[in-house]
């Protein structure tokens, strides 16, 4: 009885966690074996390849964002996740209306981010618990790849250029996929890419974790709001699995968090959600020790960005700027400068 029982809290807790945009969607849910490691052979069969690469460079339907979650920079081309209008867009400035940029895909249940190496770029699908990988070619950006079955609702990519790898994230398996690109293309020029390995946090299965930050000597995964703590780790010597380094709890107002960035002599802290999932309690924290989250002794600065009423999301830095994604509001993309702790030159772009 009691291994049914905890079976089905699992479950039931998995149910109820909310969509990672603005935490009004249902989440679906299979509970199977865990996917085992995947290294290729010299003469690997590449999983999710298309046999034609696909390019879709369509114009962009709508004048405005809907929930805008990541906007980055790849050489001389800027993209936006622009979650719930489910594409993601490109253009070559920022400047130009929205319905002037091109579209990515379109094929996407909720994009979070997006990742690059300089050759591919690899997005994640997040309902679809999916991973796309596109690549520049001279008929501009192609989908070339899906790769399927990744955890739970992955919800964050980032590129390791040290390990040369991208780390893309489960939210709620507490799972981070180690994915790699073949060492060389096939007969069109496409490179291959495949999953090399597959670590998880024990803990933070069943956890809704929205991002993780490699900064310091840790990589840092933010507090779910059914969790309330901030979990240091770092790969083992093996590179096989996580050592948890140490924890940091937070305050009930604070445990929904989107993100954690150090910038200057502070760690900046974008929240989502109180304990309770709570929106009207979205803000932005710093600290300059992340020990005072536990108490309520870090300060608030979302009122110096001159928006308020909405739920800010990632920020990124591109060449030297700040720019945050931010949303439940019509300021969705922020720019901003910090010189010598201060927030300056806060700009909303679109």
Same mark, same amino acid.
């Given at each position: 009885?009691?291994?049914?029982?905890?079976?089905?809290?699992? #479950?039931?807790?998995?149910?109820? #966690?909310?969509?990672?945009?603005?935490?009004?969607?249902?989440?679906?849910?299979?509970?199977?074996?865990?996917?085992?490691?995947?290294?290729?052979?010299?003469?690997?069969?590449?999983?999710?390849?298309?046999?034609?690469?696909?390019?879709?460079?369509?114009?962009?339907?709508?004048?405005?964002?809907?929930?805008?979650?990541?906007?980055?920079?790849?050489?001389?081309?800027?993209?936006?996740?622009?979650?719930?209008?489910?594409?993601?867009?490109?253009?070559?400035?920022?400047?130009?209306?929205?319905?002037?940029?091109?579209? #990515?895909?379109?094929?996407?249940?909720?994009?979070?981010?997006?990742?690059?190496?300089?050759?591919?770029? #690899?997005?994640?699908?997040?309902?679809?618990?999916?991973?796309?990988?596109?690549?520049?070619?001279?008929?501009?950006?192609?989908?070339?790849?899906?790769?399927?079955?990744?955890?739970?609702?992955?919800?964050?990519?980032?590129?390791?250029?040290?390990?040369?790898?991208?780390?893309?994230?489960?939210?709620?398996?507490?799972?981070?996929?180690?994915?790699?690109?073949?060492?060389?293309?096939?007969?069109?020029?496409?490179?291959?890419?495949?999953?090399?390995?597959?670590?998880?946090?024990?803990?933070?299965?069943?956890?809704?974790?929205?991002?993780?930050?490699?900064?310091?000597?840790?990589?840092?995964?933010?507090?779910?709001?059914?969790?309330?703590?901030?979990?240091?780790?770092?790969?083992?010597?093996?590179?096989?699995?996580?050592?948890?380094?140490?924890?940091?709890?937070?305050?009930?107002?604070?445990?929904?968090?989107?993100?954690?960035?150090?910038?200057?002599?502070?760690?900046?802290?974008?929240?989502?959600?109180?304990?309770?999932?709570?929106?009207?309690?979205?803000?932005?924290?710093?600290?300059?020790?992340?020990?005072?989250?536990?108490?309520?002794?870090?300060?608030?600065?979302?009122?110096?960005?001159?928006?308020?009423?909405?739920?800010?999301?990632?920020?990124?830095?591109?060449?030297?700027?700040?720019?945050?994604?931010?949303?439940?509001?019509?300021?969705?993309?922020?720019?901003?400068?910090?010189?010598?702790?201060?927030?300056?030159?806060?700009?909303?772009?679109?």
């Amino acid at each position: 009885m009691k291994k049914k029982s905890t079976a089905a809290a699992l #479950l039931f807790v998995a149910v109820l #966690l909310i969509s990672a945009c603005t935490e009004q969607s249902a989440v679906q849910v299979h509970i199977g074996e865990q996917t085992q490691e995947s290294r290729p052979a010299d003469e690997a069969v590449y999983e999710g390849m298309l046999s034609e690469p696909v390019a879709n460079g369509g114009k962009n339907t709508y004048d405005t964002l809907n929930v805008a979650t990541y906007i980055t920079k790849v050489e001389d081309t800027y993209f936006i996740a622009d979650c719930y209008h489910n594409q993601i867009i490109y253009n070559q400035n920022l400047t130009d209306p929205l319905s002037q940029w091109r579209v #990515l895909t379109n094929e996407v249940h909720y994009a979070h981010t997006i990742a690059s190496d300089g050759v591919m770029l #690899l997005a994640d699908d997040t309902e679809n618990n999916r991973l796309l990988a596109f690549q520049r070619t001279d008929d501009g950006y192609v989908h070339t790849q899906t790769l399927e079955n990744i955890g739970m609702r992955p919800h964050y990519v980032q590129y390791d250029a040290k390990n040369q790898v991208f780390m893309a994230w489960s939210s709620i398996t507490g799972e981070m996929y180690l994915v790699k690109k073949a060492e060389h293309p096939d007969a069109r020029g496409i490179y291959p890419l495949y999953v090399d390995k597959i670590l998880k946090i024990e803990e933070l299965y069943g956890v809704y974790v929205r991002s993780f930050t490699v900064m310091e000597d840790g990589i840092y995964f933010v507090s779910g709001h059914n969790n309330q703590k901030i979990i240091k780790a770092a790969f083992n010597s093996s590179r096989d699995g996580f050592d948890i380094l140490k924890e940091y709890q937070v305050a009930d107002q604070a445990a929904g968090m989107v993100q954690l960035v150090k910038i200057g002599d502070f760690y900046y802290i974008t929240i989502s959600t109180d304990n309770q999932e709570n929106q009207d309690d979205a803000t932005i924290l710093r600290t300059d020790r992340l020990e005072k989250l536990s108490d309520g002794s870090y300060e608030e600065i979302y009122d110096q960005f001159g928006v308020s009423g909405g739920t800010p999301y990632y920020i990124t830095q591109i060449e030297g700027r700040y720019y945050m994604t931010h949303h439940r509001t019509n300021e969705n993309i922020i720019a901003f400068d910090i010189n010598q702790n201060q927030i300056e030159h806060v700009e909303v772009i679109y």
